[in-house]
């Protein structure tokens, strides 16, 4: 499975748009790029997923290059509510695999 | 839709002892997953059970262990446990053997071990 590698943590104000991103070098054809965001105490929670290109939902857009070596989480017009850990994973979603969440990002949204 | 439910949310034990978690996954998910996470190793894979049968498993020792009933509902057990295994430990459930990739999490059980 392909590792990643994000920016420990971020700093962030409210009402401002955050881009998170994650290098994923060693990504295989099949693999596809899943976020999640974990708060204090509960378990992670998808955000969104994507193979290339742009993807965007209610929450969020991810954007992947042409060459998927990376991705980028871009949360708009963050709030207080979204200071959490957001975790990059990469994995072939055809057939089962295991979750490697690495060290995550630590978002902190200040007033 | 009712979520992923853990059981119990928490609990203290002292070493040697065992310890039995359960999940409860969505209605109709019959993929669960175990992870265990500390402050030092973050979120780690134990293992994966579909349709009763263990088909993935982490880099854990023996002393984990799981199942998977016919209801999908799960159990994971801790034998002689050890102050390192304290740590919340997470269930997911997911719809199937084609996993999209959406994991939905239960809120996890926080292991003390004395």
Redesign the interface.
């Known amino acids: 499975l392909a590792k990643t590698t994000q920016p420990i943590s971020m700093d962030s104000y409210e009402g401002q748009e955050v881009n998170i991103t994650c290098s994923h070098n060693n990504i295989a054809t099949n693999d596809y790029i899943t976020w999640y965001q974990q708060f204090p105490s509960q378990g992670p929670r998808f955000i969104i997923q994507g193979y290339k290109t742009k993807v965007t939902n209610e929450v969020a857009s991810l954007f992947i290059p042409a060459d998927r070596k990376s991705s980028t989480l871009s949360l708009p017009r963050v709030s207080l509510s979204d200071t959490a850990v957001y975790y990059c994973l990469v994995g072939d979603k055809r057939s089962s695999y295991k979750l490697i969440f690495g060290s995550g990002t630590r978002l902190l949204v200040r007033p | 839709k009712a979520g992923?439910t853990q059981t119990p949310r928490y609990l203290i034990k002292t070493r040697g002892q065992q310890v039995t978690l359960s999940c409860s996954p969505i209605s109709g998910h019959r993929?669960v997953?175990w992870?265990q996470q500390t402050p030092g190793q973050?979120?780690?894979?134990l293992f994966?059970y579909?349709s009763e049968t263990q088909?993935?498993k982490?880099n854990f020792p023996g002393r984990f262990s799981g199942r998977q009933f016919s209801n999908s509902r799960s159990e994971m057990n801790v034998s002689t446990l050890e102050l390192g295994d304290s740590a919340?430990y997470?269930?997911?459930s997911s719809t199937d053997?084609?996993?999209?990739?959406?994991?939905?999490?239960?809120?996890?059980s926080?292991l003390t071990v004395l």
Do not use: D, K, P
């Not at chain 2, 973050?42 to 894979?45: R, W, Y």
């Not at chain 2, 053997?97 to 996890?108: D, P, S, V, Y």
């Open positions: 992923v993929s997953s992870y973050g979120l780690q894979f994966e579909f088909r993935n982490g919340l997470l269930c997911a053997r084609l996993n999209t990739g959406e994991l939905f999490f239960g809120e996890g926080r």
